[in-house]
């Protein structure tokens, strides 16, 4: 079965420290890994994808995720948070044969302190 | 720019109406789902198509219809909305696997 967990529905940080939000996944077949990000009252947006090229995915708004087999995880990482950064952000995980239908974990809410 | 756009953003029901969500792509993407979004559970699958006329369910299809008559209007049916339907609705298309989802700004339904 295929499955996304997202450690934390809450996560704090201060502007300017490290952001990271954990994500596993569980695949029978090789993933595709995808960050999404809502802001209040909107659709999810696009944050960085892995489909099986670079292991070290860069995207936007300073965000990148690495796609560790070994550990089946694909953590969202920023050296340096932003007021902006505030919002919900949710793992996905989908494969190649599966209509593209996707799984998304359960989000994790940023917070960030001034 | 490409869009995904669902007709409402908030909508308020009674309970037993039958309740219409509109979605539409310009993308000429083959792939349309709707997901319903609640606190700590996430986005859930209601339904999804492949193409004009098909639909698979997904996770979550009980009290949930749909219809894709053209490939780029996908329609959630709510048949006799109940007050557990009340929810944040999600669209998204898709053109394959590795392009990822474009998503609608979302419907927030309340069923009273």
């Known amino acids: 079965a295929q499955s996304v967990t997202q450690l934390g529905s809450h996560v704090s940080v201060s502007e300017g420290a490290l952001v990271l939000l954990r994500c596993n996944y569980s695949?029978?077949?090789?993933?595709?890994l995808f960050w999404y990000v809502q802001y209040p009252n909107q659709g999810l947006q696009l944050l960085l994808k892995?489909?099986?090229?670079?292991?070290l995915v860069k995207g936007i708004n300073g965000f990148e995720a690495e796609f560790k087999k070994s550990e089946t995880s694909f953590h969202l990482t920023k050296p340096s948070a932003h007021m902006s950064d505030a919002a919900e952000y949710f793992c996905?995980?989908?494969?190649?044969?599966?209509?593209?239908?996707?799984?998304f974990g359960s989000g994790t809410k940023l917070n960030v302190k001034p | 720019d490409v869009k995904v756009t669902q007709s409402s953003r908030y909508l308020v029901k009674r309970t037993g109406e039958k309740v219409f969500l509109e979605c539409v792509q310009d993308?000429?993407?083959?792939?349309m789902f709707w997901y319903r979004q609640d606190p700590g559970l996430g986005l859930r699958l209601i339904y999804f198509?492949?193409?004009?006329?098909?639909?698979e369910k997904g996770d979550i299809p009980e009290g949930y219809s749909v219809s894709r008559e053209k490939k780029e209007r996908f329609s959630l049916i709510l048949e006799s909305a109940s007050t557990n339907q009340t929810s944040m609705y999600l669209c998204?298309?898709?053109?394959?696997?590795?392009?990822?989802?474009?998503f609608g700004s979302g419907t927030r339904l309340t069923v009273v």
């Open positions: 996905a995980v989908t494969f190649h044969s599966n209509f593209n239908k996707f799984y």
């Open positions: 993308m000429d993407h083959e792939n």
């Open positions: 998204a298309s898709s053109l394959g696997t590795v392009g990822g989802y474009t």
């Open positions: 695949s029978s077949v090789p993933p595709y």
């Open positions: 198509s492949y193409d004009v006329k098909m639909k």
């Open positions: 892995y489909t099986s090229a670079a292991t």
